[in-house]
């Protein structure tokens, strides 16, 4: 049986203890009313009893008083003293027929003559026992509670007279009730605590119970920090509204909310400032939704708003628009303003899929294609990117593999030096082989072992195997390894390095270290810092893609790089440019040798480019005009032996040809 709600119990809890405590008070009343009146009359009947026989054993005449004589003097006196004394008000004499003959009150004295027969005075006379009673006064100037004692007097063994005493016990009586009552109703008080005392600890319990209760239903289906429905309750609300397609003819969409760097927040304000967020945008979505729609957070910074009973896409199409107009807002936490971007992916029922996790599913996949194409857009589910994820879920597979069994590969693209056309080094490019044995290229693989948090392993790896390979070409030759930013933050970039020039014996001078402006725009003085250190060991560090960052004619006073590498993307526009571009590569080249920096510039293809370079001075070339990337047992076969060939040879104005 399913359990009464709290306040029903509640107010059951209470009935009872009314009723019981209504009996407990009704019951004590009547028992102390009753205790009352038994004591009282022991006492009053006693009192009453004492005095009458006091009075007969003072006055001596009571005989001669019965038969209708006057009192004497003496007990006319006596009579006088004790009527205004003690409790008693009245005193009164009958006579053997029970007729009173003297009645005396606290004001008078009456002499009465065959008045009223009194049926009391006559019994006693008949039992020759004194006769007690205790009543209410019923009659005008009787108090309220009174005591009455019929005592015969005998003479030679027989009644002569009947002495009456009457007893105020009014003020007594009304004591006795309220020390009575206050006992009873300090009774009833002790009782209702110790009923109210464990009610109100059960109440409490069983409040805290039900309101613990209620939050671990509501946890059950809600996200913790925002509110916000979880994934279990969406797929429910995503069903049922599923349901509802065939009837109404209407859609039903997904909208899948990712927001872009999310872990730059975290870093940058830590987990309050992502926290606050994360708790902002719930806001914002609630506020945007109808009572139909559903908005909910499946973990980390993804959530989802379920848009219901539409018509037409277009409809999806536009309320997704104003999801991202409105999401985009700059947030301020504490004194800094935060402006996030957001990319959503958004797939429509039924054409996307007909129930609840096809349909999410499809629009984790445009959310994805929206990643992919840059962050910060809108992107509708398409069929194409099932393949796509297909492909991606494979390539993961394959990344996980090798990164496991390294089965990863390193490939070296040789750097000249452009004036001597000699050759000075090479630049190890990690490659990871196909299925099929073909290489898939590192602009697709990288980013997704960043995603998957394995650029680090991959980085390490890398690192040693180049230097491992260097280690065996002649002295003069270097190899540069490209680190990314995230094998800066766990703090082992130095203890690997040293390790993997330990391990292969190779100089540190001879290995360069490519970083680019986007690790130094993160975290640049921890980052300079331990570059300085790296520095110190003698191993060059080289500023890579340079001229593609907004920032990086500044870093170039803040650390002095050892090289800088012009991005390839220069040689691209050269051809199409032309004098601008020129121009352009020209000054960074001045720049550098002011500097004192070595400049090397990538993607060289054409004899034209080289011309140009050989110009402007450049200090090293490196693009498939002199070399493709290659594989280490290739490097010692072939490029080491054209290379010193070319050198022996003393042509100094022969370029070498491209391999």
């Known amino acids: 049986m399913a359990a009464l709600p709290l306040t029903v119990a509640l107010w059951r809890y209470v009935a009872a203890l009314l009723v019981v405590l209504g009996v407990l008070v009704g019951g004590t009343y009547v028992i102390v009313k009753q205790t009352t009146d038994y004591l009282l009359y022991r006492d009053a009947t006693r009192a009453a009893e004492l005095w009458a026989n006091y009075l007969a054993d003072n006055v001596g005449d009571l005989e001669q008083i019965a038969a209708g004589k006057a009192p004497s003097p003496a007990s006319l006196t006596f009579l006088a003293t004790v009527r205004t004394s003690g409790l008693v008000f009245r005193y009164a004499i009958y006579n053997r027929d029970g007729y009173p003959m003297l009645v005396v009150d606290r004001d008078k004295v009456t002499s009465v003559n065959r008045s009223e027969v009194n049926p009391i005075a006559v019994e006693a006379v008949k039992s020759g026992k004194a006769i007690v009673d205790a009543k209410e006064g019923r009659v005008a100037g009787e108090p309220a509670y009174l005591a009455q004692a019929y005592v015969p007097a005998l003479v030679n063994g027989k009644p002569a007279a009947v002495i009456a005493a009457y007893v105020d016990l009014s003020v007594e009586r009304q004591t006795y009730f309220w020390s009575f009552l206050l006992a009873a109703v300090s009774l009833c008080v002790l009782t209702a605590l110790s009923f109210s005392v464990p009610a109100i600890a059960w109440y409490r319990r069983t409040r805290e119970k039900e309101q613990a209760d209620r939050r671990i239903q509501f946890l059950a289906h809600h996200d913790v920090l925002t509110g916000l429905a979880n994934r279990e309750r969406l797929i429910d609300h995503l069903e049922a509204s599923l349901a509802l397609i065939s009837s109404n003819s209407h859609l039903v969409a997904v909208h899948f909310i990712d927001i872009d760097h999310f872990k730059q927040v975290n870093d940058t304000f830590g987990h309050d400032g992502g926290d606050f967020m994360l708790a902002t945008i719930g806001e914002r979505l609630r506020a945007m939704t109808r009572v139909e729609d559903m908005v909910a957070r499946l973990g980390g910074d993804e959530f989802v708003v379920v848009q219901s009973s539409f018509a037409e896409k277009r409809q999806a199409e536009e309320f997704s628009r104003r999801l991202a107009m409105v999401l985009q807002a700059p947030m301020r936490f504490k004194d800094h303003e935060i402006a996030p971007t957001f990319t959503i992916g958004v797939a429509v029922a039924p054409a996307d899929g007909t129930n609840a996790e096809r349909l999410l599913k499809s629009a984790d996949l445009a959310l994805y294609a929206g990643k992919m194409a840059g962050r910060d857009c809108i992107r509708f589910f398409s069929p194409d990117m099932d393949e796509a994820m297909r492909r991606r879920v494979a390539l993961e597979q394959l990344i996980r593999s090798a990164a496991a069994s390294g089965n990863f590969v390193v490939h070296y693209q040789p750097v000249f030096e452009i004036a001597k056309n000699q050759l000075v080094g090479f630049e190890a490019l990690v490659r990871l082989p196909g299925p099929d044995g073909a290489l898939i290229p590192p602009a697709e693989f990288l980013p997704l072992a960043e995603e998957l948090r394995l ?91 340079f001229g593609t960052g907004f920032s990086s004619l500044s870093y170039l006073w803040k650390f002095p790089f050892d090289k800088i590498k012009i991005d390839k993307s220069f040689m691209e526009s050269f051809a199409k440019s032309g004098g601008d571009v020129a121009t352009v590569v020209k000054t960074m080249i001045a720049l550098g040798r002011e500097m004192n920096m070595r400049v090397t510039v990538e993607g060289v293809e054409t004899a034209e480019q080289v011309d140009f370079l050989c110009r402007a001075h450049a200090d090293q070339v490196q693009g498939f005009y002199f070399g493709a990337p290659v594989p280490a047992a290739q490097v010692e076969a072939d490029i080491l032996n054209r290379g010193h060939k070319s050198a022996d040879s003393g042509d100094g104005g022969q370029r070498i040809p491209s391999l």
């Not at 995230?486 to 360069?512: C, M, V």
Request: hydrophobic share 40%; proline share 3%; glycine share 4%.
């Open 455 to 545: 650029i680090d392993t991959l980085g390490t790896w890398v690192l040693r195997e180049a230097c491992r390979t260097a280690a065996a070409w002649p002295k003069e030759l270097t190899v540069a390894v490209n680190l990314s930013p995230s094998q800066f933050y766990d703090g082992s970039l130095e203890g690997n390095i040293t390790d993997a020039l330990k391990e292969s014996g190779l100089e540190p001078h001879r290995l360069e270290l490519e970083i680019t402006e986007t690790l130094l725009m993160r975290n640049s003085d921890a980052t300079i810092a331990t570059l300085r250190r790296l520095k110190a060991k003698r191993l060059a560090v080289v500023m890579d893609d």
